[in-house]
């Protein structure tokens, strides 16, 4: 097995384990805290919109997921410099723009909910915010791949 087989072996392993953490918590986490919520408060719903909000990123990222595993076996085929590699990428790009707006949907409830509540949601609020980040730092990074490989795939059609 030589080196770039055995480096993408690694990273599709790693985004398979990862795959199995998000599907756990969205099938054992999310419904275990709803579950105890209802027990704790009976009659009050306002976990709902977060969970609402969790889902929606978890589906977001299992769709990155899935794209990545596709970019890293055309890599592992020499054919990154293909159409299909261009539209994982953005594809990839619209995911982590739709947990941005999972994100922004909490941070907005959030806020929201501590007017009503008296609660201090500068916690939660600042931890969205650096997963906003740390998503746009990710959606520049495949705005640089994207680019080249853009120009590339035009130009491909006028050397043939």
Known sequence: MNVKLGSTFFLKVIAILIGIAVLMLCVYWF???A???AIERPGDYSLYP???CGYGICIAFSVVLYQVFKLLTCIEKNNIFSEL???SLKLIKKCAFAVIFFILLAIVYLRVLAQFTGDDSAG????GLMGILATSVFIA???VLQKPLKSILEEQPKND
């Open 31 to 33: 419904p275990a805290a």
């Open 141 to 143: 990074l495949v705005n």
């Open 50 to 52: 977060l969970l609402a």
């Open 35 to 37: 579950r105890n919520d």
């Open 124 to 127: 939660p609020i600042s931890l």
């Open 85 to 87: 590699s261009l539209q």
